[in-house]
């Protein structure tokens, strides 16, 4: 064709630096004849066992499946499972009832939709950095670039923004905007890059803030099921019907092949509005809603999420004595997340030469670069993620090949 025929998107959308370099150092890795034995610190999954009521639901639903034909499940979701995400949701202390849930496919899908929903030209979306991707790509479909503010934090506050730099913002974003126009607050906690979680007394003074300004709150707890005693910034007065929470599998029960996630919003007309957006999109396939469902639910599901805690703790312990041994800044991680964050100044390298230099290593871990907007805070530049996906031995291994760099 003589035009161009991708939209202006094209531009300025990239894709996820997480998947392409780590499907870069698959190709690397299957390309190279010998060498010692490929370690990746690169996807963020748990890689344990998904529960086993996740397995049974989904073959309850394949024995059906073989006696009668199968319909749509319903635009928004199962109900059984709109239920059980409500109970599940009550152990951060939040009360969202089953028709307050929208069923996506997976997380990404849940923050696309409330993007759409909720974001008008000219609103402010405040994302404290680092930060995962999606969120600074995904509004760009609603936003101009001028309208994405990342925030940059630092390693003295382990990397969560102080409540003087949040309150700074917002009041100088006030006095640029249309009175009409409305702030957001991205909030992802625990914590995609770093592993940190927001003190509980920032997460309520937050809340005042969020009241005050009148925010909107966008909370990603898609890690939550993952810590001990989480509570949700939703939980604080006045924040129920002001915060839109989302929420998932891939991570609490290691369901990332699954691709379900949800979002909890009790505003019906942006309720509503997602459910029409969903609808003209996707379904969600009703075998991952019924593994999903009982999973949620699982009376073992205090067993399993301990002993996966005690696991990433150990493997979290190794990374931070090793960044200690080597004197590195590095994240406080929360127990039970499953990434460090880790200063590789030291090395004399930037994140991406030094993420570079491991895959020659056949070490593949995330440059800082990767997750935010280096210009908007060349910090980016230091950092590197370690995923604890990789189990105690190769995380040691990868580690001690790293230190070559050092
Ligand atoms: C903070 C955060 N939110 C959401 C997601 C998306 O999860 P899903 O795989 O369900 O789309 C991820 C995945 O890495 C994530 O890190």
Redesign the pocket.
Known sequence: MAKEITSDLSSEIRASPIRQLSAEFEKVVKNASSGPRPISFGL?EPYVMIPESAIKGAQDFLQNASKAPQKYPSNNGMPNLREAISTYLKRFGLNFQAPEILITN????A?MLSMLATLNEGDKLIIPSPS?V?YAELAKLRLGKKDILLLPTTLENNFVPTLAQLEATVKKVKGTMAKDRKIVLQL?DPH?PTGAMFPQELKKEIAKLALDHDLLVFS?E??AGLVEQYKSIATYDGMRDRTIV?G????VFSM?AW???FVACPNPNVYNLMNALKGHVSVTPTVTQQAASPAFTDPNFSTYAEKNRRMFIKRAGIVNEWAVRHKLGHSKTAPGMIYSWISVAKSGLNADEFCKKAVELRVLAIPGSGFGDAAADPELNKYIRISLSANEEDLKEGLARLEKLF
Not at 106 to 109: A, D, P, Q, T, V
Not at 248 to 251: F, L
């Open positions: 963020g997976g997380g990404r899908e923050i995962w999606a992802t995609n990603d898609i890690y989302f998932g599998v891939a991570k990332t691709g379900l996630g």
